[in-house]
């Protein structure tokens, strides 16, 4: 077969914007594809949602593709490993409660699952902004501003593009990047003691898991955080290459997001 270079690339420009027409008015956008964002868009596209996820680096997994200080191995507790299981990664108890797995296995796994389920990714994409909108004297997030990661990285002036989205999921991490963005410029604030995005404290592994999946909420109008970026935006703690924590908390966040969207 005779291969023509021309359609080959018609093929991915058709279908690239093909996937991306589909995305500009979705039920939710998911900032971040580290784990707890993986685990959201894998359950909320299951459920039959509209969801894409913009991830600003090449490669999905956040701090899971590096376990441990490179030596890529990940932990998870019992309470979570199902989330691991139901996308087949294999799991191996190391001590009673403490599941050990391949860390390149699971953050390829979470992946896949996640667009096979339906969920759209676009890699090498950075949001630079909220859209915000104010009925009835309440103000409310309803999209992103987004632009290429390169153009970001290069600092070139070219204006960004617009999705619509009646939820977004922050699941940027420690940076919390959305909500800074957010908060740095508008009157807001969050539903948090200060009004303000708290900060992470140091690492207390124990307390950092039950709090990931306690502060994983809706921290303003159409905004919700997730995993390490619901601890940084509480106030709690960081909690090192355990991750049982971030996967239930995606999963929390995407099961809360169903109730709404299902209430209309």
């Known amino acids: 077969m005779a291969l023509d270079e021309v359609i080959i690339t018609e093929a991915i420009a058709s279908e690239y914007f093909r996937k991306f027409k589909e995305s500009l008015s979705l039920d939710v956008a998911i900032v971040g594809g580290g784990p707890s964002g993986m685990t959201a868009a894998r359950k909320l596209a299951q459920a039959g949602c509209n969801v894409a996820l913009f991830e600003r680096k090449l490669s999905l997994g956040g701090g899971m593709w590096g376990g441990g200080m490179t030596w890529n191995m990940i932990v998870v507790q019992t309470e979570s490993k199902h989330l691991l299981e139901e996308v087949g990664v294999p ?24 667009c096979l389920a339906g969920a759209k990714v676009f890699n090498c994409m950075s949001v630079e902004d909220v859209v915000l909108r104010e009925s009835n004297g309440v103000k409310r997030v309803t999209g992103l501003v987004i632009n290429s990661s390169p153009v970001e990285i290069a600092g070139l002036h070219v204006d960004p593009v617009t999705i619509a989205s009646t939820h977004v999921i922050e699941a940027t991490g420690h940076a919390v990047e959305v909500l800074k963005k957010l908060v740095r410029k508008n009157s807001v604030r969050l539903t948090t003691a200060s009004g303000g995005i708290e900060g992470e404290q140091s690492l207390w592994a124990e307390v950092a898991e039950a709090h990931t999946v306690d502060n994983t909420r809706e921290v303003f109008p159409g905004i919700w955080v997730a995993g390490m970026a619901a601890n940084a935006t509480f106030g709690s703690y960081r909690m090192g290459p355990i991750f049982g924590g971030m996967l239930l908390s995606g999963e929390k966040v995407a099961a809360e997001i169903l109730v709404r969207l299902r209430a209309g």
């Open 91 to 114: 799991l191996k108890e190391y001590k009673p409660g403490y599941w050990v797995a391949d860390a390149v296995t699971a953050t390829t796994a979470l992946a896949s699952a996640a």
